[in-house]
């Protein structure tokens, strides 16, 4: 076994600056020419994440300080600046779309030119990719050829059927399994895979579409590549982190690993204050063999870089790695002021900060690539108008309130909502979008939302993309998590034990689709909620809830974390079983809303609230 040199140092970026800048000699001495080094800069999980994030929250010297991070068109900026590094490769491992609004209105047009704006090597399918079926990823990859770049689309365990939108006429007239990439005299594989299980159960592709087991397809293509001579390889993957330390154990003449899906951070950021790194980047294991492999993968939302170099010795197998992870920010810097509120800091530390962030530390001052940008404006100014437009039509109004006899009614002004908060049923908006959240999830029996998580009462009348945006306006995304029946009552008895016994906020308080109960807020815990009924998944029969069964539950990551007093999901969700879509709740409601055209109040036996009597023991009508 070959020793080998790790490295992980910030002076790639660096390296890649000056070489653009200036043209001068690669970062290594000349090797052998049997030898081969290269150079790989990637993202993946963008989702729709064009914009800039304003308010993102670092610390320097124990400072907190907040900046404008990320955005696509400073990931441009850096993809450009390493345009001069020796033997470039350019790759995105996967979900591109789903989880703005620039989807919701562009679906995929946006992401498309703005990957344009980089010119990937290869691109990897991630499950979102099939968010809205083989015709909708169509749609996608047209709009990516559309552009000036060539970029091939990978999924070496995918077959679609011929005559579906992905195979109109031939096997590879989307996707392709492999790319081959000369380096001189040198020929380098990337082979694509896709995540099988939770594509299939969780995004919608035809049932046509076939998903091989990704170890064995991986190894089925490797071996293929090794047949023609090839000798390095690497895995462009969407799978997950752990997923891809568990394959690189269980392949033969594997390299390298790029790749998506579980969003994971690596490499040190400490000096920034950000403590949510998985492990090393790169991360180096064995592969079957005995013979290293270099594992990269660089975040989520368009707010990582990865740059990652691979040195291989003259038998092709990994000599050495090294790289780091950027996060690239702009330079407005701002500090809590005497008062508390943060405020834009004065020159002189204003020009500290950018000189300490020239070491290392993950986070590096980057100016959008001004093309890359007035792309984006264009699409922005285009959404101001596009928010405007009508997705449906409320028949009646949807009202808001947290808790059923309540005395303050949150839904005042809005006409057919003058008596709301007295009524058993409570929130008609909080159960319609715990109907959309179900319907969006492909395996939930149940949807929960906190009545809190409204944020107004849905109108009577034309619905738009801004009324949607004001009815649920934050970043939440989904979870599913795997609960008992016994847990699924736990949950109930938090939320409503968060403001009846814990003095918390009555935002905790729970409504439900696929789930019903009578309430009795005058009980003490573990005598309020009974006459507890499912409606499986795919069922149109209620039944009592079974303790010992076994039900999937589709809800926010505010609440599925443990936030607002759901102690029970937020320990599901730490024992690791739960399970994040990435589907953004907004997008959601919005994709429920222009599924169905005309929206209404649920019918009587599908409110979460059959029987509810207040904390003053009257029964309310």
Known sequence: MRPMLISCSASLLALALSLSACQTAPLSAPLPTSALEIHIAHINDHHSHLDAIPDFEISLDGVSTRVEAGGFPRLTTLFKTSQGLPNLLKLHAGDAITGTLYHTLYQGEADAALMNSVCFDAFELGNHEFDEGDAGLQRFLDDLRSGPCRTTVLAANVEAAIGTPLAPVAAHDYLHPYLLKSFGNVTVGIIGIEVRGKTMNSSRPLASTRFADEVASAQKYIDRLRAQGIRHIILLTHQGYAADLAMAAQLSEVDVIIGGDSHTLLGDFSAIGIDASSGPYPTVVRNRDGDPVCIGQAWEYAKA???????????????????????????????????????????????????????????????????????????????????????????????????????????????????????????????????????????????????????????????????????????NVLFELQL????????LEDAVGNY??????????????????????????????????????G???????????????????????????????????????????????????????????????????????????????????
């Open 305 to 475: 870089f990865g740059l990652l170099q691979v040195r291989f010795d003259a038998q092709g197998r990994v000599e050495s790695c090294r790289g780091e992870v950027t996060l690239p920010i702009g330079d407005d810097f701002r500090q809590k002021d005497a008062s508390g509120t943060f405020v834009a800091v004065d020159a002189a530390t204003r020009a500290r900060i950018v000189n300490a962030l020239q070491g290392p530390g993950g986070a590096r001052v980057v100016t959008a690539d001004p093309p890359a940008q007035a792309t984006l404006a264009r699409f922005a100014d285009r959404l101001e108008d596009l928010k405007k437009q009508q997705i449906g039509i409320a028949s009646e109004s949807l009202c808001l309130v947290r808790v059923p006899g309540e005395s303050t009614n949150r839904s005042s002004g809005v006409a057919g909502c003058e008596q709301a908060n007295t009524l058993a049923r409570g929130s008609d908006i909080a159960q319609a979008v715990a109907i959309a959240y179900r319907q969006a999830s492909r395996l939930a029996d149940i949807a929960l939302q906190n009545g809190g998580g409204i944020r107004g009462a849905l109108p009577q009348g034309e619905v738009s993309f801004n009324t949607a945006y004001t009815v649920l306006p934050y970043s």
């Open 500 to 537: 009846l016994d814990r003095g918390g906020s009555d935002g905790s308080h729970p409504y439900a689709a696929g789930l019903r109960w009578q309430l009795d807020l005058s009980q003490p815990r573990g005598r309020r909620f009974s006459a507890i009924e499912v409606q499986r998944k």
């Open 539 to 621: 069922s149109e029969t209620w039944q009592a809830i079974d303790p010992h069964g076994s039900y999937t539950l589709v809800t926010s990551d505010y609440l599925a974390t443990g936030s607002d007093g759901y102690t029970t999901l937020g320990r599901i969700h730490q024992a690791g079983h739960s399970v994040n879509t990435y589907l953004n709740y907004t997008q959601t409601f919005v994709d429920y809303l222009l599924a169905r055209g005309t929206v209404n109040r649920p019918a009587a036996a599908d409110y979460s609230h059959q029987r509810v009597i207040s904390r003053d023991g009257r029964v309310l009508p």
């Open 484 to 491: 008992s029946g016994s847990q699924i009552v736990e949950v």
